[in-house]
């Protein structure tokens, strides 16, 4: 799947999250046990593209994530809590067992 739907995909679903309303910043941390992340995803970019202004990620070798201001994520995706997002087809394929 390209960038820009799973970047929106990402904060879409930490958005959705209804326990506790966020205050701050929707932050997701994207980890892999086994194999090395892409660091040039271009997620931050898409988002940026997108309307999200405050959106910043961090990469390291075996994990991403990506933080939205709570009041940015707002004004993209609606009043909080968000509906939880269909995962896009094509966005998460199980490599092996």
Same mark, same amino acid.
């Given at each position: 799947?390209?960038?820009? #739907?799973?970047?929106?995909?990402?904060?879409?679903?930490?958005?959705?999250?209804?326990? #506790?309303?966020?205050?701050?910043?929707?932050?997701?941390?994207?980890s892999f046990e086994d194999e090395p992340v892409v660091r040039d995803w271009g997620g931050i970019s898409a988002l940026q593209k997108? +309307?999200?202004? #405050?959106?910043?990620?961090?990469? +390291?070798?075996?994990?991403?994530?990506?933080?939205?201001?709570?009041?940015?994520?707002?004004?993209?995706? +609606?009043?909080?809590?968000?509906?939880?997002?269909?995962?896009?087809? +094509?966005?998460? #394929?199980?490599?092996?067992?």
């Open positions: 799947s390209d960038p820009d #739907t799973f970047a929106k995909w990402l904060v879409s679903l930490g958005w959705s999250a209804n326990n #506790t309303k966020i205050n701050s910043s929707v932050v997701l941390y994207v997108a +309307g999200f202004k #405050t959106a910043e990620g961090e990469p +390291g070798k075996f994990f991403f994530s990506v933080r939205v201001d709570s009041s940015d994520a707002e004004s993209n995706l +609606g009043p909080w809590p968000g509906r939880v997002p269909e995962i896009p087809e +094509g966005m998460l #394929t199980r490599v092996s067992e």
